[in-house]
Nanobody, 113 residues
Framework: QVQLVESGGGLVQPGGSLRLSCAASGIISTTYAIDWYRQAPGKQREWVAT??????TYADSAKGRFAISRDNTKNTVYLQMNSLKPEDTAVYYCHSSARPNYWGQGTQVTVSS
């Protein structure tokens, strides 16, 4: 079964940047979409971005600030986050349509001064 391990989170000041990584157990295939979601305390899990082959799409909250990409040689999907805001604070999860009900530990992103 596919395994996804998120990393790269941390504490950053407003306006700063982070690059999250999602390492997959197998090859990153264009057959399946890879998503980033986030969940803040007391809130529902929120979709952030998706990559499917060469197509990318973003939530309105992420558009223009975040970029999802992949490196198939490393079996890794990335989420570059720029111009971070306090409201971006959440645990970030990657997700694969190959295992739709699987969620890993996520990586904590905290945006605070």
């Amino acid at each position: 079964q596919v395994q996804l391990v998120e990393s790269g989170g941390g504490l950053v000041q407003p306006g700063g940047s982070l690059r999250l990584s999602c390492a997959a157990s197998g090859i990153i295939s264009t057959t399946y979409a890879i998503d980033w979601y986030r969940q803040a305390p007391g809130k529902q899990r929120e979709w952030v971005a998706t990559i499917r082959g060469s197509y990318t799409t973003y939530a309105d909250s992420a558009k223009g600030r975040f970029a999802i990409s992949r490196d198939n040689t490393k079996n890794t999907v990335y989420l570059q986050m720029n111009s971070l805001k306090p409201e971006d604070t959440a645990v970030y999860y990657c997700h694969s349509s190959a295992r739709p009900n699987y969620w890993g530990q996520g990586t904590q992103v905290t945006v605070s001064s």
